[in-house]
């Protein structure tokens, strides 16, 4: 029996050092808008939405850097996407920088249509380094911002549908989707920042790509998922970030994606009867022989 939710993905385009909040969530507010008009149920926007890449800067004092934190979630510069959420009915996920008391994490959180947050997720891969590379050309300094997240691969239910969240680098290690599809997700909603070019290794320029999207059709087809991903992509403060925002079918095929690097809203009527088509008859979890995988677990 056909399920269909009507999602969407909100790709942004660069967010600048010193762009308010106020602005940030305006450009939110706009997606959210055009999603209203194109009748979406739910919107995944990008990993931290609200603010540039900071971890591409060194601070020697991690306190200088807790303006780019959310202490509170809502706080007086968000409350107008969960205003808009309770107004048009969208079920919404997004990331931010989150300080809980002494401890920061990049988090990514899920709000219900009532704009009640239902769900949050705290990064586990954290890419990156954590100590000063002035060399680079710029730092990836995650690792120092952040710490691991403590909340673990968790789904929730919302619009008749078990959703599960991860972010960016998370979407390259098997291991997420599976552990999502293990919970019952039927739709894994991400949001990433990907700077390019990889200060890690010299990649060549066509790989950064091929790999994210190979990434996402392996893991929406071997674990019969939707997968929702969305971009804050384009030039930030002088550097480049990567796009690719789309939306990809359990059979590993993308069924919509950005062409741009710029604010832009994808659509895509998703089916869930797609997902038992894979589960059923090819990827069958019954089937599954844990036994003979412990060594994945065992470190």
Known sequence: ??????????????IDLAEPRAAVVARMLALLDQAYRQQVQ????????????????????????DRFFERDMPGPATEPLFAAARRTGIAMSFGYAERSGPRRFNTAL????????????????????????????????????????DSGFRTWPLLGAQIGLCICNDRRWPETYRMLALRGAEIV?????????????????????????????AGAYQNGVWVLAAAKCGREDGHQLMGGSCIVAPTGEIVARTLNDGDALLVHDCDLAMNRLIRDHIFDFSKRRPQFYRDIAQG
């Open 1 to 14: 029996m056909s399920r269909v939710i009507r999602c969407g993905v909100a790709q942004m385009g660069g």
């Open 42 to 65: 739910f919107l995944v926007f990008p990993e931290l939405a609200l603010t540039t890449f900071f971890p591409r800067y060194w601070y020697a004092d991690l306190e200088d850097a």
């Open 110 to 149: 899920l709000a219900d249509g009532q704009g009640t947050i239902v769900g949050r997720y705290r990064k586990v891969h954290l890419p990156g380094h954590a100590d000063h590379r002035p060399e680079l050309p710029f730092q990836h300094l995650e690792q120092r911002y952040f710490e691991t997240g």
């Open 189 to 217: 909603a991400l949001g990433y920042n990907t700077p390019i070019p990889n200060t890690d290794y010299d990649e060549p320029a066509h790989l950064n790509m091929f790999h994210h999207l190979l990434s996402l059709q």
